[in-house]
């Protein structure tokens, strides 16, 4: 258990945290059926007879023991991996509150095409996390889901800052189409994962925005 814990302290990856608390939910269940059963495992040992009835007696037994002797293991786990998952969240929201806009255009690579807009490489990384991020929450249990959820948005609303803030940083249709690019992009990401459609609606909202400025110019 030691070990365990130590392990997630160090942890940096929110995915690798949601899945491990996905891994004890999966445990928990396995458990708790096998449990379950166990009324029903002495029910057939009583009726059976030598090495037969011993070995049923001793797997119920031994499922309603687990389920005990691992509850509270598996409880003190999750109070390590959940304040461990916001510590790492929230380092990166602090990362993208402090960068500046003209620092994002500097490290931004070249269009793929001539005329183009290139997609950054902050935008490519925010896709692909966010996106796992969300389908990690889809599997977890309604209250944990709606958390994450909530934490999605917050990540949301802090890069859409950071990406307001490297479009200021250019000329006004070039920054617009900077930011069009982006969120084409993570909008793409979204939808081909089917995220919800709430969250969807508000990478949608961002583009279209830029696409009206863009377009009034």
């Known amino acids: 258990e030691t070990a365990i814990t130590t392990e997630v302290a160090r942890m940096a990856d929110p995915v690798g945290l949601l899945l491990l608390v996905a891994v004890i939910q999966d445990a928990r269940a396995s458990v708790a059926s096998l449990a379950g059963d166990a009324p029903h495992a002495r029910g057939e040992a009583d009726g059976a007879g030598g090495d037969e009835a011993q070995q049923a007696r001793a797997v119920a037994e031994a499922a309603g023991a687990g389920e005990e ?61 966010s996106t796992a991020l969300w389908i990690a929450h889809a599997s977890l249990p309604p209250q944990q889901g709606a958390m994450g959820r909530l934490t999605l948005t917050f990540m949301l609303i802090e890069f859409s800052r ?48 830029h696409c009206n400025a863009f377009a009034g110019q």
Not at 94 to 117: C, F, H, R, V, Y
Not at 162 to 190: C, M, N, T, V, W
Not at 192 to 202: A, I
């Open 162 to 209: 950071l990406i307001a803030r490297a479009a200021g940083s250019l000329p006004k249709g070039k920054g617009d189409r900077f930011a069009l690019a982006q969120y084409e992009h993570l909008l793409s990401a979204y939808c081909s994962e089917g995220v919800h459609e709430e969250d969807c609606e508000r990478v949608r909202n961002l583009y279209e925005s």
């Open 69 to 129: 002797a691992m509850a509270g293991f598996w409880h003190r786990l999750e109070v390590c991996i959940w304040p461990r998952f916001k510590a790492v969240i929230d380092a990166q929201v602090k990362t993208m509150s402090t960068t500046s806009g003209a620092a994002l255009i500097d490290a931004l690579p070249p269009p793929q095409e001539e005329g183009g807009e290139a997609v950054h490489s902050v935008t490519l990384r925010f896709a692909e996390q």
